[in-house]
């Protein structure tokens, strides 16, 4: 269920829209700590999406999201492997209640680029995502990041040619995992090109 709205003022130079959603998830797949997947599980999801767009002056736009989430198990169990003097034996365990895996509670990202008529474009924003557990055990969280990104373009004509720089200040974080006890790095500072050619 989601009930939204969107409103457009100024001579539509600034458009703005909201979303509240209620989700319900039957038996969706989920792998356990025995590295197998099974749809055996329910989540709720309840939040609020955010988006404001702005053209405050000519070749001059801004926009900003907002989403914030809360995501539960609402049913979900699964076996677990218990080290014991004799082997290895698994035991189930309820992970009903605990936020789901990879679901922030907070997004946020903010944009603004200014053109000229020569045909250069300059943009700046950042992006933050709070924190967010890695495996439905909530054992590990990934830590909150904010990070920082600007781009340059030049067109001419039907050519384009755009630099994004990603991750300005080389924030160090983590993005995902593979089950309750790896990480995967996020990329460091880098530089994209890109180049276009409109037909």
């Given at each position: 269920?989601e009930v939204?709205?969107k ?12 979303a ?7 038996n ?7 590295g197998?997947t099974?749809q055996?599980?329910d ?18 736009h801004?926009?900003?999201?907002y ?14 492997p ?15 209640g605990n936020?789901?895996a ?5 997004i ?14 300059f ?9 967010q557990?890695i495996a439905?055990?909530?054992?590990f ?8 990104d ?15 720089a ?14 309750s006890?790896s990480?995967i790095p ?14």
């Open positions: 269920m939204g709205a409103k457009y003022l100024l001579d539509n130079r600034l458009h703005a829209s909201l509240v959603y209620h989700l319900r998830k039957n969706i797949g989920i792998p356990d700590a025995t197998v099974q055996d599980g989540q709720r999801s309840r939040g609020v999406e955010l988006e404001v767009m702005m053209r405050p002056v000519k070749n001059w801004t926009f900003f999201t989403a914030f989430s809360n995501a539960e198990l609402t049913r979900f169990a699964e076996f677990v218990v080290f014991t003097q004799t082997g290895i034996t698994y035991q189930l365990a309820d992970r009903s936020r789901a990879f679901s922030p509670r907070h946020f990202n903010v944009w603004t680029a200014r053109g000229f008529d020569n045909g250069l474009e943009g700046v924003g950042a992006r933050y995502v709070a924190s557990f439905e055990d909530n054992q969280q990934i830590r909150d990041v904010l990070t920082l600007a781009s340059v373009s030049y067109a001419y004509r039907l050519i384009k040619f755009r630099i994004n990603k991750n300005l200040t080389n924030q160090e974080y983590e993005t995902r995992g593979f089950g006890a990480i996020a990329n460091p500072f880098g530089l994209y090109c890109a180049f276009e050619i409109n037909i």
